[in-house]
C-alpha cells in the first residue's frame, strides 16, 4: 500500500504563487514510482497537472499549467513537490497528489495509481 498526504493548499490572489507538498509512505512505496498531480474543479471532471518520473528526468505537464507549474521530488525525503506561480482563478480546485509503477504517460492518464485526499487551492480575481 502507498499513502500520500498533500499540505500546501490555501487562498491566493491571481498572479500570485504557492507551493503544494505531498509525502508519500507505504510498505510498497519506493523512489521508483512516478509521481503527479490531477486537480478537480467544482463540476469537472479530474484532470492530470503534472509529473514526474521516479529518477526525475522525464517531466510531463497539462498544456493548461505549462510554464506556470513546476514538479519537483526530493526522493530522499519521499517528497513531491508542486510549484505554482501566475496562478489564475481558473486554476481553483482541490488538487490530488498521485503516485503510480510504470510510466509518466500511464500515471498522466490516471489509470492504477494510488490518490492522496486533496488540497484546497482557491485563486481569487
Known amino acids: 500500500q502507498v499513502q500520500l498526504v498533500e499540505s500546501g493548499g490555501g487562498l491566493v490572489q491571481a498572479g500570485g504563487s504557492l507551493r503544494l507538498s505531498c509525502a508519500a509512505s507505504?510498505?510498497?512505496?519506493?523512489?521508483?514510482?512516478?509521481m503527479g498531480w490531477f486537480r478537480q474543479a467544482p463540476g469537472k471532471e479530474r484532470e492530470f497537472v503534472a509529473a514526474?518520473?521516479?529518477?526525475?528526468?522525464?517531466?510531463y505537464y497539462a498544456g493548461s499549467v505549462k510554464g506556470r507549474f513546476t514538479i519537483s521530488r526530493d526522493n530522499t525525503k519521499n517528497m513531491v513537490y508542486l510549484q505554482m506561480d501566475s496562478l489564475k482563478p481558473d486554476d481553483t480546485a482541490v488538487y490530488y497528489c498521485?503516485?503510480?509503477?510504470?510510466?509518466?504517460?500511464?500515471?498522466?492518464?490516471?489509470?492504477?495509481?494510488?490518490w492522496g485526499q486533496g488540497t484546497q487551492v482557491t485563486v481569487s480575481s
Open positions: 514526474m518520473s521516479g529518477s526525475g528526468s522525464t517531466t
Open positions: 498521485a503516485a503510480g509503477r510504470g510510466s509518466v504517460a500511464m500515471v498522466a492518464s490516471g489509470s492504477n495509481i494510488y
Open positions: 507505504g510498505s510498497t512505496f519506493s523512489s521508483s514510482y512516478v
